[in-house]
Structures are given as structure tokens and as C-alpha cells.
């Protein structure tokens, strides 16, 4: 169902982008979100995902469609632990995991009314989650440096979302208008393999992994600000 969906997301914007010409206006969003993983995925996290999310669309001349790109990077854990370097004491560091998700998706937005102070809309989404988790090295310093990427995968993503922009104010000098964003989706994610808060081991300096594998279903909400301009 993901590859069809896709595909008709990307038809659905050229048909419109040839029949009534290039967009005039863009939108750009920046929110904080908040993650709530859902059926096995949220038996094996069993925490809210926290993050941000980006969004720019165009709108497809004066119709009421918009179609763009939504990235939004979320955090579902972490876990730290302290070691000795080279068995000195004096050299001791904290070692943390983070897990986190990366969505990737296109959207085709319906947004029927575009003048009012509230203005509702409708998102078909279709895309990707990566999945991956890191380890850094902290000192307790100025600095944290990123030592590798343990664990990674992917999914294919589609969803339905709805939202709405409440205008805050405009610009008229240069026709930019700003909005409160409120938006609420639900994105069926593929399977994948995954760690999670607690999945790395090490034990007598052997490393071990305790991997999970279930579909990557996440309910957000996002709340933020927008521009149209």
C-alpha cells in the first residue's frame, strides 16, 4: 500500500502543478512533537518519542492543494553508563545511547479555506522511518564527540493528518503571514530492527545487542509555528 500511495502523491502534484501552473506562495513550519508509538512498537518502548519537525510545502497555484516535504527527527531514549579509559581513574567518561527515529514524508495537504483566522486542512503522507541509535563520549566538558552509529534500519511510512493554521498576523509590506500550527497524524510504519533504551549490553568488555523487530506505527502531535510568504 506504501508505493502505490507514494506514487499517487507525486501524480496527483504534477497534474495539478501542469494544469494550473507553478505555486505563488510557499509554507514553512517548525514544530515541537511529541511521539506515542503504538501496538508492538510501543510495547517494546514504552515511552513518549519527543522531537522536532520541519515542514516547507508549495501550493499548487489557487487551488486548495499544497504538496511539500515534512522531516521531523525524534528521540525515544537514552541511556548512559561511566567508564575508566585504560583502567586510569583519572580518566573517566560518560558513555551514552540515544535511539532515535528520523521521519522522512511528502505530503499532499487539502486546505479549502486559505483567508480565514482558522484555517483546517487534511494531509496524505507518504515516506520513510529510519531508525538508529548512536553512542557518545562526554567528559564532563565543553564537547561530546560522537563515537558511531551501533544499530540502524528502515521502513516504508504512509499516514493521514489533520491540522490547523490560526493566523497570528501579516506582514503586508512583504505579504508574509504567520500561524499558530496545531496538527495531529497517524503514520503506519513497516517493520524494522531497532534497539531501545537498555538494549546495549557490555559485559567482562563484550558488547551485546538485544534487537527488536516490530512494525513502527507512531501516533504525533505537533504544535509550532508557520509562514506563508
Do not use: C
Amino acid at each position: 500500500m506504501t508505493k502505490p500511495l507514494l506514487v499517487t502523491l507525486i501524480a496527483l502534484g504534477f497534474i495539478f502543478s501542469s494544469h494550473i501552473g507553478y505555486a505563488r506562495h510557499f509554507h514553512g513550519s517548525m514544530a515541537f512533537s511529541m511521539g506515542f508509538p503504538q501496538g508492538e512498537f510501543n510495547d517494546n518502548i514504552d515511552r513518549i518519542a519527543l522531537g522536532v519537525d520541519l515542514t516547507f510545502g508549495v501550493n499548487l497555484g489557487k487551488s486548495p492543494f499544497m504538496m511539500g516535504i515534512d522531516l521531523g527527527i525524534l528521540n525515544y531514549g537514552s541511556d548512559k553508563r561511566f567508564e575508566n579509559l585504560y583502567d586510569l581513574p583519572e580518566l573517566r567518561f560518560q558513555v551514552k545511547h540515544d535511539y532515535n527515529m528520523l521521519q522522512t514524508l511528502v505530503f499532499l495537504r487539502f486546505q479549502p479555506a486559505k483567508n480565514g483566522r482558522i484555517q483546517p486542512y487534511i494531509d496524505a503522507l507518504a515516506g520513510f522511518n529510519y531508525l538508529w541509535s548512536d553512542t557518545s563520549l562526554d567528559d564532563n566538558g565543553d564537547e561530546e564527540i560522537r563515537l558511531a552509529v551501533n544499530y540502524d534500519d528502515f521502513a516504508f511510512s504512509y499516514g493521514l493528518g489533520g491540522g490547523l493554521l490560526i493566523k497570528l498576523g501579516r506582514k503586508k509590506a512583504r505579504g508574509l503571514e504567520s500561524f499558530v500550527d496545531l496538527r495531529v497524524r497517524y503514520i503506519f510504519g513497516g517493520k524494522a530492527e531497532y534497539l531501545t533504551k537498555g538494549s546495549i549490553l557490555v559485559e567482562n568488555q563484550e558488547l551485546t545487542y538485544l534487537v527488536y523487530e516490530s512494525r513502527t506505527d507512531l501516533l504525533t502531535l505537533q504544535i509550532g509555528f508557520g509562514f506563508n510568504f
